[in-house]
C-alpha cells in the first residue's frame, strides 16, 4: 500500500483552498479532508470538481474551532463561547471519561450536520478523520463518531497517532480508540506528520497542512508562528 499524503484543513481559507490544488497539481499530496463549517468551504466541490480530485475529497470533522452548524451546541457552554468552539474542550480529564446526556446529543447532532452538509454538497468519499483528532479525542468521543459515520456509509477513517514515552494511562486509553478504529473502518497501520517523510514504514498516512506564505506553497507546522517546510514531490 503506497503513502497517503493527506492535506488537512481545505475549506479553512481562500490561500488554503489554493494551496491544496496546487499540491494535487504538482504531485504533493493524494488526499484531503474538508471543513464544512469554515468560510471557504462553499468553492471546495467546485475546485475538486474542476481540477480533477473530487474523489479524494473526505471530510475533516471540526468541533474545537469555528462556528458550529447546529444551534443546540452553540448555546452550550461546555463546547462554545460567543457562538464558537472552545478550543481544546475535550482536554479537560473529566471530559475523557464523562460527557452527560445533554452534551452527547449536542455532540451526535453537531457530526450529523456537518456530514449532511459534506453529502448534500456533493462530496462521495467515504473517509472521514477530523481537527485537532477531535475524534480520537476520548473513547466516549471516538465512539460517537465511529457510530454516525457508520450509519451514513463511511469505510475508512484515520487512526490515532501514538507517541514514545507516553504513561500507562495513556496507553490504555489510545489503544482501546485504536482498536475501536481499526474494528470498524478501513485505516492505516501508521500515522506521522509530514515533516517526518519519509520515514521507512508501510502503510502510512502523512497529515499535511498545506498553505501559501509569502507566495510559496508550504506544510504550515504552527500556525501560530507561521513555521513550515516546503514540500518533495512524491507523485
Given at each position: 500500500m503506497k503513502a497517503i499524503i493527506n492535506a488537512d484543513?481545505?475549506?479553512?481559507?481562500?490561500?488554503?483552498?489554493?494551496?491544496?490544488r496546487i499540491c494535487f497539481d504538482k504531485g504533493y499530496v493524494n488526499r484531503t479532508t474538508v471543513m464544512t463549517n469554515m468560510p471557504a468551504f462553499d468553492e471546495c466541490y467546485q475546485i475538486a470538481s474542476t481540477n480533477g480530485f473530487l474523489d479524494k475529497v473526505g471530510i475533516h470533522l471540526v468541533l474545537d474551532e469555528g462556528v458550529p452548524l447546529t444551534e443546540t451546541i452553540k448555546r452550550n457552554p461546555h463546547f462554545c463561547k460567543d457562538g464558537r468552539?472552545?478550543?481544546?474542550?475535550?482536554?479537560?480529564?473529566?471530559?475523557?471519561?464523562?460527557?452527560?446526556?445533554?452534551?452527547?446529543?449536542?455532540?451526535?447532532?453537531?457530526?450529523?450536520?456537518?456530514?449532511?452538509?459534506?453529502k448534500d454538497t456533493g462530496f462521495t468519499s467515504k473517509h472521514i478523520d477530523s481537527h485537532h483528532f477531535v475524534h480520537t479525542s476520548s473513547p466516549i468521543v471516538v465512539d460517537?463518531?465511529?457510530?454516525?459515520?457508520?450509519?451514513?456509509?463511511?469505510?475508512?477513517?484515520?487512526?490515532?497517532?501514538?507517541?514514545?514515552?507516553?504513561?500507562?494511562?495513556?496507553?490504555?486509553?489510545?489503544?482501546?480508540?485504536?482498536?475501536?478504529?481499526?474494528?470498524?473502518?478501513?485505516?492505516?497501520?501508521?500515522?506521522?506528520?509530514?515533516?517526518?517523510?519519509?520515514?521507512?514504514?508501510?502503510?502510512?498516512?502523512?497529515?499535511?497542512?498545506?498553505?501559501?506564505?509569502?507566495?510559496?506553497?508550504?506544510?504550515?507546522?504552527?500556525?501560530?508562528?507561521?513555521?513550515?517546510?516546503?514540500?518533495?514531490?512524491?507523485?
Open positions: 484543513d481545505f475549506g479553512l481559507s481562500k490561500s488554503v483552498n489554493d494551496a491544496i468552539f472552545i478550543k481544546a474542550w475535550y482536554a479537560k480529564p473529566m471530559r475523557k471519561f464523562f460527557i452527560c446526556k445533554n452534551d452527547r446529543n449536542c455532540l451526535e447532532a453537531e457530526i450529523e450536520a456537518q456530514i449532511k452538509k459534506f460517537i463518531v465511529c457510530r454516525i459515520a457508520k450509519k451514513y456509509g463511511f469505510t475508512s477513517m484515520r487512526t490515532i497517532a501514538t507517541a514514545d514515552g507516553e504513561n500507562f494511562i495513556k496507553r490504555i486509553l489510545k489503544g482501546f480508540i485504536k482498536n475501536k478504529i481499526e474494528t470498524n473502518f478501513i485505516t492505516t497501520a501508521n500515522f506521522a506528520p509530514y515533516k517526518k517523510y519519509p520515514l521507512d514504514i508501510d502503510d502510512i498516512e502523512y497529515m499535511a497542512h498545506p498553505d501559501i506564505i509569502n507566495g510559496d506553497v508550504v506544510d504550515v507546522l504552527s500556525r501560530k508562528t507561521n513555521e513550515s517546510r516546503g514540500f518533495i514531490q512524491i507523485y
